[in-house]
């Protein structure tokens, strides 16, 4: 049974539109388009957009029911890879966005999430709550961070009359980049809740370019479609991350610090880390143009416990806003099957599972189902087009101070919403 190239590109069109970790938990977006490393061809180039909709929101805050619409924006992640190479060796250079997020909680009453201390470095909730000690307080607004990835990825193969062997192997680049918005209180003094100075906070903060590597292997039949690999993803740690940033006084009862007031300031982020991972992909055809496959992925979230943003100035002093997450690993699977039609159209659909992330202390990524298609259209021997979309399930959850947060709140049951575009390029 000889099922040749036309199921490779049932594999591709799961792989880039069924099987995109941008729906996956925790910060995760974009990964490198490594398997362009198998696309037949001497040279290839790859070019996509995936808009993903996440629709999540609190159902309750610290007790109190609440309807302030989805906290989640949406986002588009750009995947572009290149390669060139023959049976034996070949490179890919790659960019994508790995590891972003945002989220924007002015819908909610006050226009934000509840306070926490910001007197303080401390990232224990109790600590965050502890307002008899506390000289000022601060509620986030808004958060967000993008990070972009550069890599350059090599296969060596052999081929045996058992099938073909392959060492992958490459490095990449992946810089960070932070903003954040809050409202902040500073009291008459400490532990007296009486609002001295009011202030909006707008800060910006980067993280240079810091190296990371991948590695793995891969085993393939090509006459049965028949491919299996791993690919190990390093961790990389942010640990530079920083700017500046304004404060711009709403109320004051100094009379050294008018409303109005716009102070500069520097901010600070702590640590950031884009976790190390581990992918399982494998996909076999079982009869003339049809084609079944399976992924699976550990991702190590559990080294994300906590972010600290944090201002100083000469002026006012420093203070900060704490994140909690004191996530658990995740792990996704998938599996789907492909049909081609045709020399021109394949088309495929998945099912997947994420175990969310979260813990009790962030009630974001929770357990996620998904169901997802795809079809490409191959023009000629040159061009193919590929689109595809993706519907999930998010399952509700809660989180509170007793799991390490610094508020209570649920999210109900929520829906994910995706589309994929992709164009590769064959010479």
Known sequence: MVLGHRSISIAAVIATLASSSAFAGGF??????????????????????TYVDPQRGFTSVDGDSVDGGYYTGDYVIPSYSISLGNDMVGCAGTATEPFAASADYSGLPEGALPEQVSSTQSTSAADRL???????????????????????TCRLSYTADSGRYSLLGGVFVEDFQFEGTSFATRYAAA??????????????????????????????????????QAMYRSE?????????????ILSSLLPTLPAGTVLPVDSYLSEAI?????????????????????SFRWTDWSTN????????????????????????????AQVGVG???????????????????STGSETTYTDLYTLSGGVAFKANQMA????????????????????????????????????????????
């Open 274 to 294: 884009s976790p190390q991972s581990l992918e399982i992909k494998a996909q076999t055809g079982v009869a003339p143009g049809w084609l079944v496959l399976g």
């Open 28 to 49: 995760q977006r974009g990964t490198a388009d490594t398997d362009i490393l198998f696309e037949p061809g001497t040279v290839n180039m790859r070019a996509g957009l």
């Open 191 to 228: 532990g007296v809740p009486i609002a001295a100075v009011t202030s909006r906070i707008e800060v910006e903060s980067d993280g240079d370019y810091k190296p990371g590597f991948r590695i793995g292997a891969a085993y393939e039949i090509p006459e049965y479609a028949l491919r299996v």
């Open 305 to 332: 416990q906590a972010s600290v943003s944090t201002i100083s100035s000469s002026v006012l002093g420093t203070s900060s806003s704490y994140s909690p997450y004191n996530w658990r690993d995740g792990y996704t």
């Open 384 to 427: 193919e087009i590929r689109l595809g979309g993706l519907l999930g399930y998010w399952t509700g959850g809660s989180q509170s101070v007793s799991e390490g947060s610094y508020y209570d709140a649920t999210v109900g049951d929520d829906f994910v919403y995706g589309i994929n575009a992709t164009m590769r390029l064959t010479f």
């Open 339 to 357: 049909h081609a039609f045709n020399d021109q159209i394949s088309a495929a659909i998945a099912v997947g599972y994420d175990r969310g992330v």
């Open 130 to 152: 502890d307002f008899t000690s506390a000289t000022a307080v601060s509620r986030t607004q808004k958060i967000s961070f993008d990070s972009k990835e550069l890599g350059l």
């Open 236 to 248: 990389v740690k942010h640990d530079d991350v920083s700017g500046d940033g304004t404060v711009t």
